[in-house]
């Protein structure tokens, strides 16, 4: 069996910084290392988000063939929209052992759990609900039934943070990125992993009689 990267799951409700923190953390450990899975979506682009480096944008009947086609490693409907992982593409990364970062929700958390139950899975949570609202409030000047449907989602998605392997909390950025750096280091330093990479080196230093 070929070296394979780690399979890292991170979810957490919209305000806890989870883009931001997988951003800064692919950035500092580099895209040789870890890279994160390019979901497919049904959701239109918001401004600034480039088709093919944030999500891959297709329509619904595209998503609905993908899902016939089991082109779909993961696939879940979250707040109205469809949004999927990519087998093939996961397969690739994989293989090439780069460690893939999954930003989903707890649904597809679960798909892979059931799959791939060497898959880690971290939650990241804001650290209190005042400042989660706090930040759910900078984004634009919403009504306050728009704040109160946010929080309600984002309480939802935390109701899940029991299923997850490791919990982060997104207090202060620094020490939250290198916690989640921390993980995907010890992920790669599984006695699985390293006895493949590490073969020869064993071999030879496991030989009887040196
Ligand atoms: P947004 O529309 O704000 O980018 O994402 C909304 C939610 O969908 C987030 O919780 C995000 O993690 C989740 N999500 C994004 N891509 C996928 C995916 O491929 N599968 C699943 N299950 N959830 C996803």
Known sequence: M?????????????????SSLIAAMIEARG??????????TTRAPRPGEVNGQHYHFVSQKEFMQLIDDHAFFEWAGVFGNFYGTSRHAVEAQQAQGVDV?????WQGAQ??????????SVFILPPSRAELERRLRKRGT??????????AKAVAEMSHVHEYDYV???????????????????????????????????????????
Do not use: C, W, Y
Request: proline residues 2%.
């Open 101 to 105: 970062m999954f930003d989903i929700d």
């Open 142 to 151: 919403d009504s306050e039934d728009v704040i109160a449907g946010r929080m």
């Open 111 to 120: 798909q892979i759990r059931k799959h791939e139950p060497d898959a880690i």
């Open 168 to 210: 982060i909390v997104n207090d202060d950025f620094d020490q939250a990125l290198e916690e989640l750096t921390a993980i995907v280091v010890s992920s790669r330093l599984r006695r699985a992993g390293q006895s493949l990479r590490h073969k020869a080196m064993l071999n030879e230093l496991l030989a009887e009689g040196a």
């Open 31 to 40: 895209r040789d290392k870890v890279q994160v899975s390019i979901s497919h």
């Open 2 to 18: 070929a070296d394979r990267g780690s399979l890292i799951i991170v979810s957490a409700p919209s305000g806890a910084g989870k």
